[in-house]
């Protein structure tokens, strides 16, 4: 308690000290001449909240004893941690009071400290003439840090005082007295300041007061004031601290009990110390965070209440509730769930679902839950969910399944149909992310890539899709075995952030090569015959070789395409294309155009016209099975609409005869 009570005397005593220079008054102002003055302060993580406050302080005093104005003292601010920010300009204010408002505005920067670069700023736009500097006035800059530079100061700072600049370098705690040497003007006994603490920084407002505006008595004199000693021209007078009484003899301090003369806000208990006071609270309470008023101790909190669902603290206890469908039983902790449905307190027609207190309805396979929500009908998936087939949906008991018409197959994905079903191929796509692509056209290459995946039979079984992105570097957007439709492709694309900065596209196909292909990634075994596509999009020269690793991708069976757009060369398209070229390489000028390249960009054929093998299906395989199945009811379905045709025909002839008789 004695070194709290210490503590807390020296605060109040440093601050007493900082606000005890004389107040801002005509004649008690600095009258050192014009002067431009900036400020430039340490906002480093280093620098903790209530230091900062200090420092704030530190610049206001010093303020207040300045002949501030246009025609007289001009100061600006400039904080600075890893970067910089200019709170205000030499130009900026006339008025002390402006000023004081700017500084109390600051936010710290809470980053790194880089002082040589905070130098470099105030020398080339803090002191020039835009930002109110003027000819022939003393510039001078007060540098306030805590650490040691994270950048160069010697060099900088050399420039500076080069240009005329006078710099004070304070540094408080953790500064390092040869970096501040190296910044400072000499001599250094008067120009470089180091103090412990944030709470002593006032040292030096006071002594930097005495270099502008002469001597000071209570610096220079045996004042003999026990607290404060308040200075004015030619003379001083004893001040006390907050709490304190100054005694006949004009000098020493008497403490004043605060709490015996009511001079405190507790809201229970005041506990007096000399000058000051605490607050503290009664039984069952706690001190809040305004260190006055106080709050219920909220005994739940602790966690050894082993309530089941909510604890309810009251004065020096508390009591265990349950949630809503729940009751508490006889422990008075613990809660049960309350089953409706085991209970049967329930009017479901099929399924009771159960949740504590209440209860939900469903239906069997193959129903659907009414608009009362609790009886069932049976379910026409073909009218009542997003069947998308292409041609004709049937419907059966809890399912539904895609026919196609005559001369026509359902294609792999179970709704579409065509003459002949797509081949299956495993498809890696690199597009180029470097700098020269920009934003908005990298979005349109990302449009591109699912205009080409809209091309594309895309499945597990089907066709797979894996993306890499390269600039300087390379990096797998997503593997040939992640996604298995092409809704999933696409949203994934969408989400691909643009890399920036070079243009590797020997490094992309190397990647490519030694990764995207293994099984590991989602290729399929090269003894299955899956034919392996690479497709290169690039606007630009590559940085590095091409050819080592567009060549081996050949040699190693992968089909290589080329789109290039704008400065995309020629003859770097044709070394990675595949032969014949003439249907591997593409190139338009404008990315605006590379909709027509998806367009006329063919990776999917039938199996009659595809260059490579097709997968070949096991015939007893689940989806083989599925297919002859679907293809069976197909057929079916159409003989049954041609012999309905023909029986109507025969019932037409038939009547014709009969009306001839």
Do not use: W
């Not at 709170?87 to 004081?100: C, G, I, N, P, Q």
Request: proline fraction near 3%.
């Amino acid at each position: 308690m004695k070194m709290r009570q210490l503590g807390a005397l020296c605060l109040l005593t440093l601050a007493a000290l900082a606000s005890a220079r004389p107040k801002a008054g005509p004649e008690q102002k600095c009258k050192s001449g014009p002067v431009d003055l900036v400020f430039l302060i340490d906002s480093s993580r280093s620098v903790r909240p209530h230091e900062f406050e200090t420092m704030r302080k530190f610049m206001i005093d010093i303020l207040s004893t300045l002949d501030i104005g246009l025609n007289a003292t001009r100061v600006g601010v400039v904080q600075y941690s890893s970067q910089l920010r200019n709170e205000f300009s030499l130009k900026t204010h006339a008025k002390l009071d402006a000023m004081v408002k700017g500084i109390n505005e600051i936010i710290p920067l809470a980053q790194g400290t880089m002082t040589g670069l905070a130098i470099k700023y105030i020398m080339n736009s803090a002191f020039i003439a835009e930002e109110g500097d003027r000819p022939q006035v003393p510039n001078v800059a007060v540098i306030v840090t805590d650490g040691r530079p994270q950048d160069r100061v010697a060099e900088v700072a050399a420039e500076a005082r080069e240009k005329g600049i006078e710099i004070y370098a304070v540094g408080v705690a953790r500064a390092d007295m040869a970096s501040l040497r190296a910044m400072a003007s000499p001599p250094f006994e008067d120009h470089v300041f180091l103090v412990e603490s944030f709470d002593l920084i006032h040292q030096f407002g006071l002594q930097f007061q005495d270099k502008l505006c002469g001597m000071d008595l209570c610096l220079e004199s045996d004042h003999g004031c026990e607290h404060i000693c308040e200075s004015s021209p030619g003379s001083f007078h004893c001040l006390c601290l907050p709490g304190y009484t100054l005694n006949e003899d004009g000098k020493t301090c008497a403490a004043i009990d605060l709490c015996a003369q009511g001079k405190h806000d507790c809201e229970q208990i005041c506990v007096s110390s000399p000058g000051s006071f605490t607050c503290d609270c009664n039984k069952g309470y706690k001190l809040n965070d305004d260190k006055k008023t106080c709050s219920m101790i909220d005994y739940c909190s602790f966690g050894n209440h082993s309530c089941d669902h909510e604890c309810v603290s009251v004065l020096n206890g508390y009591h265990c509730r349950c949630n809503q469908g729940h009751r508490l039983l006889d422990d008075g902790k613990t809660c049960q769930a309350i089953d409706l449905c085991a209970e049967g307190k329930h009017d479901c027609e099929q399924i009771c679902i159960s949740a504590p207190g209440v209860f939900t309805c469903d239906c069997n396979e193959g129903y659907t839950l009414n608009n009362d929500k609790k009886t069932c009908t049976h379910m026409d998936l073909c009218n009542t969910v997003e069947h998308g087939c292409e041609h004709q949906c049937v419907s059966t008991l809890g399912s539904y399944y895609c026919i196609c018409p005559e001369g026509q197959l359902l294609q792999e994905d179970g709704k579409s149909c065509g003459t002949c079903k797509s081949a299956n191929i495993d498809l890696v796509l690199l597009i180029d992310g470097s700098k020269s692509v920009r934003p908005q056209n990298f979005e349109l290459v990302k449009k591109f890539v699912n205009q080409v995946v809209d091309s594309l039979d895309v499945s597990a079984h089907g066709t797979r899709v894996g993306l890499v992105q390269y600039s300087s570097r390379v990096r797998t957007e997503f593997p040939l075995n992640m996604y298995h439709t092409a809704e999933e492709i696409k949203a994934a694309v969408m989400k691909v952030d643009y890399m920036e900065k070079g243009t590797m596209t020997g490094l992309a196909l190397k990647h490519m090569l030694e990764n995207s292909f293994l099984e590991s990634e989602g290729a399929r075994p090269s003894s299955r015959n899956i034919p392996r596509i690479g497709l290169v999009f690039t606007d630009g020269r590559s940085q590095d070789d091409i050819t080592e690793y567009a060549k081996k991708a050949k040699e190693a069976g992968i089909t290589m395409y080329a789109v290039g757009v704008g400065k995309a060369v020629e003859d770097e398209l044709r070394v990675i294309a595949s032969e014949p070229q003439e249907k591997h390489f593409y190139y338009t000028t404008d990315f605006t155009a590379i909709s027509n390249i998806a367009e006329n960009l063919k990776l999917n054929v039938c199996p009659e016209e595809s260059q490579g093998e097709i997968e070949v299906k096991d015939p007893c395989a689940c989806e083989s099975l599925v297919e002859f199945q679907q293809a069976t009811m197909s057929s079916l379905e159409q003989l049954t609409q041609k012999l309905s045709g023909m029986t109507t025909r025969l019932e037409q002839l038939e009547n014709q005869l009969l009306s001839r008789k």
